[in-house]
């Protein structure tokens, strides 16, 4: 089992940034692949991003260029730093850990005003 907490939600303004953590716990030694997703009002849920084990990451292209996500293998934790934010951003995102079943966080709020 792994657990996942997401912070570093919250408001901002078109054009700032802010940067999501999500600490995992748990059985973390059999995380392979760490990723970022998101679900805007009424849509379905998205990718942003995702980081595997040998640091390749995979972006959307709606965030290509402006978000950068890492990890940080000691800490157990993967961060989404999200820079140029537009309100198309607004969403609430979610932390994935593949192990290769799938966990997710309890997601953290995201709202950019224009």
């Known amino acids: 089992q792994v657990q996942l907490v997401e912070s570093g939600g919250g408001l901002v303004q078109a054009g700032g940034s802010l940067r999501l953590s999500c600490a995992a716990s748990?059985?973390?030694?059999?995380?392979?692949?760490m990723g970022w997703y998101r679900r805007a009002p009424g849509k379905q849920r998205e990718l942003v991003a995702t980081?595997?084990?040998?640091?390749?990451?995979n972006y959307a292209n709606s965030v290509k260029g402006r978000f950068t996500i890492s990890r940080d293998n000691a800490k157990n934790t993967v961060y989404l730093q999200m820079n140029s934010l537009k309100p198309e951003d607004t969403a609430v995102y979610y932390c994935?850990?593949?192990?290769?079943?799938?966990?997710w966080g309890q997601g953290t709020q995201v709202t950019v005003s224009s």
């Open positions: 994935n850990a593949e192990t290769p079943l799938n966990y």
């Open positions: 748990g059985s973390t030694f059999r995380i392979e692949t």
């Open positions: 980081i595997s084990s040998d640091d390749t990451t």
